[in-house]
């Protein structure tokens, strides 16, 4: 029995060669891609790019608030700083006149009663102005007092004293006028100075 197959066979497609270029080698798939990303619009890729810039922008926003917000407290706080500043110099001061203290103490040269017997030895008359005592112990006090007998009593009775042991001297004294509402009176100043032998007589 012979059979005879009378349908053509077919032939491989075989794409053509266009101007040297052999087309069945051309990335079709990305071809097609592409020309469909040209064809179609991307809003969805602008929104979320839109989507993106608007939370940097907030973001941006924030720190700006917080950067505002802290520059304001430093502001504040200046004035802080400069208090406690202040504040330490006076704890300085504070120290250093303790320190005085201890020292005057350590070297028993507390003035009191030397204060109590100038007080005590004052006729109601008779004032201070100014009153020092150097690092020798030498005492230097000036004042005023209405008459010359006041300020003899003064001196002899500070001179009694086994605190000065009769060393003070009047240095100087001056009669001047003063006026006070209108009323003129004459008044005698004085620089008494001597030496502080104890500070503590008892």
């Known amino acids: 029995m012979i059979e005879i197959n009378l349908l053509e066979k077919k032939k491989a497609f075989k794409a053509p060669v266009i101007l040297g270029v052999d087309t069945a080698k051309l ?54 700083k400069e208090q406690l500043e202040a504040f330490n110099q006076q704890i300085e001061r504070l120290k250093e006149r303790s320190n005085q203290v201890d020292k005057i103490i350590k070297l028993k040269t507390n003035p009191k009663h030397l204060l109590e017997k100038m007080a005590r030895s004052a006729p109601e008359d008779l004032w ?13 006090v000036k004042g005023g007092a209405e008459s010359y007998t006041s300020i003899g009593e003064f001196l002899l009775s ?26 003129s009176f004459r008044e005698e100043s004085f620089l008494i100075e001597g030496d502080i032998k104890l500070y503590d007589p008892f």
């Open 27 to 80: 990335p079709w798939r990305m071809i097609v891609v592409a020309s469909l990303l040209a064809k179609f619009p991307v809003d969805y890729y602008k929104e979320y790019t839109v989507e993106i810039e608007n939370a940097k922008q907030q973001e941006v926003k924030e720190l700006n608030k917080k950067l505002s917000k802290l520059r304001s407290e430093l502001r504040k706080n200046k004035g802080i």
């Open 128 to 140: 201070f102005n100014e009153l020092k005592i150097d690092d020798s112990d030498k005492l230097s």
């Open 158 to 183: 500070m001179n009694d004293s086994p605190i000065f042991g009769g060393s003070l001297q009047l240095k100087d004294s001056k009669t001047e006028e003063e006026t006070q509402d209108g009323i």
